[in-house]
């Protein structure tokens, strides 16, 4: 079965920097895209940035760009996004998320908070 299992998150301060990773199993991981989500207390789930299935094809949301990369190693099947200048908005759980044929799978998500 599709697992997805995200790491990599904690508390950090303002100006910081973290690196996330989905460790992705139970699918043939290259052959699709990939995406990291966010969900803030009492905000929907937005995305934050895709990867294309070979790794060369990336989109960020706004708020994401400049400060945030994705990226993925195929051989490996894991997803990385990598998070610099860090602000309080940022602080959210975030979500590893594949979408196969109409059926989406979730990670169990990671906890950002970015607070002095």
């Known amino acids: 079965q599709v697992q997805l299992v995200e790491s990599g998150g904690g508390l950090v301060q303002p100006g910081g920097s973290l690196r996330l990773s989905c460790a992705a199993s139970g699918f043939i991981f290259r052959r699709y895209t990939m995406s990291w989500y966010r969900q803030a207390p009492g905000k929907e789930r937005e995305l934050v940035a895709a990867v294309s299935s070979g790794g060369g094809t990336t989109n960020y949301a706004d708020s994401s760009k400049g400060r945030f990369t994705i990226s993925r190693d195929n051989a490996k099947n894991i997803m990385y996004l990598e998070m610099n200048s860090l602000k309080p908005e940022d602080t959210a759980v975030y979500y590893c998320?594949?979408?196969?044929?109409?059926?989406?799978?979730w990670g169990q998500g990671t906890q950002v908070t970015v607070s002095d």
């Open positions: 998320n594949a979408k196969i044929g109409l059926q989406n799978y």
